[in-house]
């Protein structure tokens, strides 16, 4: 048997590696640039984009959008208001995206290690 080297999802994760490795996977939706820096954000709860934005200043408007409409179409994010009197649109982690976490300490982990 003859195992694909290649998703097929590819117009809606956006650009893929074309490799079958789950790993290649993860990176495929959390690997574009500020992506990671945004789960991070949301690890703690529901933000506004503003308070997204606030958070990360290096950020652009446009890159912050592209980035949630991304995250939101594979599932990571959603977005919901909150209910009255706020009636505040937010974005939070679904119960899927806070699986990274653990990955995000690891990652902490390693990093705090580095020479």
């Not at 195992?3 to 117009?11: A, C």
């Not at 650009?15 to 996977?25: K, P, V």
Request: net charge positive; glycine share 8%; charged share 25%.
């Amino acid at each position: 048997m003859k195992l694909l080297n290649e998703t097929k999802l590819g117009s809606v994760h956006g650009r893929w590696y074309c490799d079958a490795c789950l790993a290649a996977f993860g990176m495929e939706l959390l690997g574009e640039r500020w992506t990671a820096l945004i789960v991070r954000e949301l690890m703690m709860g529901p933000l506004r984009f503003s308070d997204i934005r606030a958070r990360l200043p290096g950020i652009s408007a446009k890159v912050l959008t592209e980035r949630l409409d991304r995250m939101e179409s594979v599932g990571v994010l959603e977005r919901r208001t909150l209910a009255p009197p706020a009636a505040a649109k937010v974005y939070e982690l679904t119960q899927w995206g806070y699986g990274i976490e653990p990955v995000f300490q690891a990652l902490g982990r390693w990093a705090v290690r580095s020479p």
